[in-house]
């Protein structure tokens, strides 16, 4: 049974007990991510969790915090654009220990100058090592060149930031971010596993309560977003020698409010998803290995509806991929095959049930379904069969005829100059043409 408890009406708890595991997952999540950076300096959000995993008292080095690392199953933190998190996935007996251990920074906090500058250097080389792939390249890019809204002009490239972005943070932009953001108003615990409520609570009483700010700034809200608006034709130079890629975004619609944190149909987006990718993936077969890597995602989260199509190609073969995409596109059928969806659907309905054993995959749900008005859905293996017998084709197909009712915006990633002139607005007509 899943439990939402108003820790004395400073912040929630999500809860769920569950006595057939010996572990215990515990997560700190604050609304505090990128989207939050100040101006020109993103990755602020990024470097305040490397912070506070461990510039304490009890943790004065790396090393130190390396140690704690291994010391448990699992702790370690994460920021995305909307949330930073801290978590600990720990036997019973060492739930305190890591409680202690999680939250202490957030009360003893040193900022030292020294471990200032040699994490900046680790936060650079961890940015680095990201990009150097060609999707990851496409995905920076894509963000750079696509946020121009003024409620996400602020976030550079990613939630780590870039070198250049990451080298104007000042200790003081630390304190700052961290004195705003990380306190009890931004702040949801999640808990599951094999641990009562009167001991929860006495571990907040003791750790959290007394240890963490009670009051500051709220952190980004989705419904301010107000959409992307060009659709636009790009142009980039691959990392890899020889290797290709083409992309198209459909960005068919801002996300419907209404269906935030929605459990089906967040479901029926997934089913579409793993569809779209089975039917993507014979199609390409048939065209003599064209493509190393192909994908498509249907996304329904964060702040906008798009369906995202990625063809990895050798750098000389990308006219013929992108002759083979207008084909894909212009044979696509009307209404989606019912023998692919009864298929996937059946794929992801057992692999569900299997993911409904992990303390951290509970977790993750038990925050997913947690949205605005206080609405949780009680998530168990009755339920999730439950609610995929509710899922019809109709449902599916219904998203699907959506998936690329829009004009995509193109990126090509190639060494070829003859890209540098291609003629977008051409291509959108061809592969629009059966229209």
Do not use: W
Request: net charge positive; hydrophobic share 35%; charged share 30%.
């Amino acid at each position: 049974m899943i439990k939402i408890i108003n820790y004395k009406n400073k912040f929630k708890i999500l809860y769920k007990q569950i006595k057939a595991v010996t572990g215990v997952y515990f997560e700190l999540k604050f609304k505090a991510g990128g989207y939050n950076d100040p101006k020109g300096k993103g990755g602020t959000a990024h470097f305040c969790e490397h912070v506070l995993m461990g510039f304490s008292t009890k943790n004065r080095t790396r090393t130190d915090r390396q140690k704690d690392l291994y010391r448990f199953v699992e702790m370690n933190a994460r920021t995305s654009y909307h949330y930073v998190s801290f978590y600990v996935r720990v036997p019973n007996t060492q739930i305190e220990e890591a409680v202690d251990r999680l939250t202490d920074p957030f009360a003893n906090l040193l900022y030292l100058d020294s471990e200032f500058d040699a994490e900046k250097k680790i936060i650079q080389d961890e940015i680095v090592t990201r990009v150097k792939t060609n999707i990851a390249t496409l995905s920076l890019e894509q963000r750079k060149e696509l946020s121009k809204n003024p409620e996400i002009v602020n976030c550079e490239l990613s939630p780590a930031g870039s070198k250049e972005s990451l080298a104007k943070i000042t200790l003081k932009d630390i304190k700052n971010y961290i004195d705003s953001y990380f306190n009890k108003d931004n702040m949801t615990i999640v808990v599951t596993g094999n641990i009562s409520i009167k001991k929860l609570k006495k571990l907040i009483d003791k750790y959290v309560d007394p240890r963490i700010k009670d009051h500051g700034k709220i952190g980004f809200s989705r419904s301010d977003f107000k959409g992307y608006k060009d659709k636009k034709y790009f142009y980039l130079q691959p990392v890899e020698k020889d290797k290709g890629l083409l992309c198209l975004l459909y960005f068919y619609g801002k996300r419907d409010m209404t269906k935030y944190m929605d459990r089906k149909y967040e479901e029926i987006i997934r089913i579409l998803s793993v569809c779209l990718n089975e039917i993507l993936f014979v199609f390409i077969r048939t065209k003599k290995e064209l493509c190393y890597g192909s994908s498509i995602d249907v996304f329904n989260h964060n702040i906008y509806q798009a369906t995202d199509v990625y063809l990895e190609c050798q750098d000389d073969k990308i006219s013929e991929v992108v002759e083979a995409y207008k084909e894909f596109y212009q044979t696509l059928p009307e209404d989606l095959d019912r023998g692919v969806f009864d298929r996937q659907k059946e794929k992801l309905e057992n692999l569900a049930n299997f993911d409904l054993k992990s303390t951290r995959m509970q977790a993750g749900m038990l925050f997913s379904q947690y949205d605005d008005f206080g609405n949780i859905i009680d998530d168990d293996v009755k339920y999730t069969k439950k609610l995929y017998d509710s899922i019809s084709y109709d449902d599916v197909n219904r998203e699907y005829k959506k998936c690329f009712s829009a004009k995509p915006i193109l990126f090509i990633m190639s060494e070829n100059e003859k890209y540098k002139d291609f003629d977008y607005q051409g291509y959108v007509r061809s592969i629009y043409k059966k229209a």
